[in-house]
């Protein structure tokens, strides 16, 4: 590199690309130019990544290559040069068995690429599920400025009158057609209702929820959770945030300066308050992992009893993402519960999260979605963390969603070894189960699945369903939809693969829950334990190559947020002395 050369670009990483005066710098302009553009377009200029998640396959994300070039628009106008780049894309619906086994290889390829190319910043393009938490993991251990939009939930679906929100209504319908309340046609014009524009899922499911987090974490411009993917200010939002990155790299504001502990506490509130997805938990504690931060499961439980929960969406209530939008959006919630926040924490918008409030709109729009905090849905106890000697190292229950005559129950265990014994099974009319029976199904876990699917969700038997029973205890080592509802409790750790207490419930056994106490226990005495313990022998492994033998090998339990244990913390910066030759 010339001497001075790095000084004059600011300091900029891109320029120990770019700036160069040897062969290397010759190369790399060259080959830049090969695209078309000039010096002009590129030298002395912060160089931002836009690092999107589009495909074909993701129909949460197919819009997003409109978005790029909204943030491509407003990166040139704050003099900017924006390079877009694609990464591993991941979807709900078609990936199998999970993209839970997968949110941590795209985390590796969004590090990876990041620290790779010459970017002094990056905006995540995310939408569907695991592509908000597998971009963000990746950018929190590169530590690069960073800025994340996602793309925002459809519109409602319309059927007879009745707002169809995906998937909460699949499961209630599903239920409906196999009690035999309605017929396979309404079904199917169900299906064609349901999902009618662009988006993720537009109940307060995991992408939403994890939309809201990453609005609560700082790590978005105000308001932008909950705009909906065919309205136009999603693309002006884009398009400010093309702007606002350029603003980061020059500040040099990083992830690990927004996504402190303050940050976090921020999260779980906003958390509880809008009774999000279970599925946060996981997340939030994975990318405390990659900035070296300690997030124990007790800090969601503390919260949970001393945040009122606020937001009227499905699966818990009954309105949905375009109507939390309207009836205004995540800041609206932030401002009833002002009080309990950390209003010193930095965000992206470059203010801290007290002056966003005070810069933008807080008003609750109606009373129909957004709660006044003198008149919460609950005045605490969205999501509880359980402990026991079923669940050693902790299980997560939405008990907003729950009959709240499950909340405290006892039953009598039917255990089902995997999920294909589950499906096996469940409808048949002989099953020995009844409203009081305890559903347990192991083998679902990070291990066991692989990648912890979205199981927890048993299905009620069809005999029970046709019965008027609407509800279960239901009890795995499993995730479940953020769309979904129920007395279920998830996230049983340690799992059962791995020989956690879970492996040695046998049908017959008497499980207790009492959420008041956060206990969930199996009526069992320590030698009993002792005894089926030294009988148990560990399931075959499911894969003998490739990433999945590399994910069985060292992903984390549940409590531990499910990420690779060599992935936790953040990279090494790239070195100035790097060559191309």
């Avoid at 070296?292 to 009227?312: A, H, I, K, M, Y």
């Avoid at 005045?379 to 190292?393: E, I, K, T």
Wanted: proline share 6%; net charge negative; charged share 25%.
């Amino acid at each position: 590199m010339r001497s001075g050369d790095y000084e004059q670009a600011g300091g900029r990483r891109s320029a120990r690309w770019l700036e160069r005066g040897d062969l290397d710098g010759f190369l790399h302009r060259s080959w830049l130019k090969s695209t078309g553009v000039t010096d002009e377009a590129f030298r002395g200029r912060p160089v931002i990544g836009i690092c999107n998640s589009w495909s074909e396959l993701v129909n949460c994300n197919i819009h997003l290559r409109g978005l790029a070039e909204a943030v491509k628009r407003g990166v040139l106008q704050a003099g900017g040069f924006p390079r877009e780049f694609p990464v591993m894309s991941l979807g709900e619906a078609l990936m199998k068995p999970t993209t839970m086994l997968y949110r941590n290889l795209m985390a590796m390829d969004v590090e990876e690429s990041i620290r790779s190319y010459p970017l002094d910043g990056v905006v995540l393009l995310t939408g569907c599920d695991k592509t908000t938490p597998g971009a963000t993991l990746g950018a929190c251990s590169a530590d690069i400025p960073t800025l994340v939009i996602t793309g925002g939930p459809m519109l409602n679906g319309h059927w007879r009158g009745e707002e169809l929100g995906s998937c909460s209504d699949c499961w209630r319908y599903h239920e409906q057609l196999r009690a035999g309340r309605i017929s396979e046609r309404d079904f199917a014009e169900i299906e064609d209702a349901m999902s009618r524009s662009n988006g993720h899922c537009m109940t307060m499911g995991t992408a939403s929820t994890m939309a809201c987090m990453t609005e609560a974490l700082g790590l978005t411009l105000p308001g932008g959770a909950a705009i909906p993917a065919a309205d136009s200010r999603r693309t002006q939002l884009a398009e400010s945030a093309g702007r606002q990155i350029v603003e980061l790299v020059e500040r040099g504001i990083r992830p690990s300066d927004i996504l402190t502990p303050a940050a976090f506490e921020n999260a779980i509130r906003a958390l509880h308050a809008i009774s999000g997805s279970t599925n946060a938990i996981i997340h939030l504690i994975a990318y405390a992992g990659r900035l070296g931060l300690d997030l124990p499961l007790s800090r969601f439980d503390e919260f949970s009893q001393t945040t009122p929960w606020l937001v009227n969406l499905k699966p818990a209530g009954e309105r949905l993402m375009e109507d939390f939008y309207y009836a205004g959006g995540l800041p609206a919630v932030l401002a009833q519960i002002r009080d309990l926040l950390n209003l010193d924490a930095l965000t992206v918008s470059g203010r801290t999260l007290g002056e966003n409030l005070d810069s933008v709109a807080t008003e609750i729009v109606g009373d129909g979605v957004i709660r006044p905090r003198s008149n919460p849905l609950d005045r605490g106890g969205s999501l509880a963390v359980l402990r026991g000697n079923l669940c050693p190292d902790g299980a997560v229950m939405k008990i907003s969603a729950a009959d709240p005559l499950l909340l405290k129950h006892e039953g009598r265990a039917l255990v089902f070894e995997d999920i294909h014994d589950l499906a096996a099974r469940v409808d048949d009319p002989d099953l020995d189960v009844d409203a009081d029976s305890v559903m347990v199904l192991r083998n679902a876990g990070p291990v066991g699945a692989p990648g912890m699917p979205e199981w927890g969700h048993l299905p009620i038997p069809a005999k029970l369903l046709r019965r008027g029973v609407s509800d279960l205890l239901r009890i795995s080592d499993a995730r479940m939809s953020g769309t979904s509802y129920g007395a279920v409790v998830l996230h049983v750790a340690p799992e059962s693969a791995v020989g956690g207490p879970l492996a040695l419930v046998r049908t017959g056994d008497r499980i207790l829950l009492d959420v008041d106490s956060r206990t969930l226990d199996v009526q069992l005495d320590e030698p009993e334990f002792r005894r089926r313990r030294a009988a148990w022998t560990p399931p075959p492994r499911k894969d003998a190559r490739g990433y999945r033998l590399l994910y069985e090998d060292h992903v984390l339990q549940a409590n531990e947020g499910c990420d690779l244990d060599f992935l936790r913390g953040r990279s090494p910066v790239v070195s100035d002395t790097v060559t191309y030759l």
